[in-house]
């Protein structure tokens, strides 16, 4: 059985499904030739499910859209961006297991909800 993917963005969805996402979003920055990006993406695929109601999680492929890997200043792979209102509020680079990537995930949500009750 084949395992759901995570969506795909690129040059021409970035602005639409991140930059004006209407909620958080996490940027996988990955490549199809990086083993660690491969282990990454099903544990990207579960938080995506498990997490959908708080945050939204996109794949770009790097060599595709070198664009918006310099744009961002992505060296390494796979980095993971949190995206709010159009903004990078954080980043982590390298692979994780899914309870680090959720803790990671998580702390952000909260440093952004304590931004915006202040």
Known sequence: MDRPKLPHVDTSS???EVLRAAGPVVVDFS???CPPCRMMEPVLTGLAAEMAD???VRELDVDENPDIRTRYGVLSMPTLMLFVDGEPVDRTVGFSGAGSVRR??????RT???AVSS
Request: aromatic share 16%.
């Open 14 to 16: 970035f602005d639409a």
């Open 31 to 33: 490549a199809t030739w």
């Open 54 to 56: 708080r945050v939204t």
């Open 104 to 109: 990671w995930i998580e702390d952000g949500l």
């Open 112 to 114: 952004i909800a304590g």
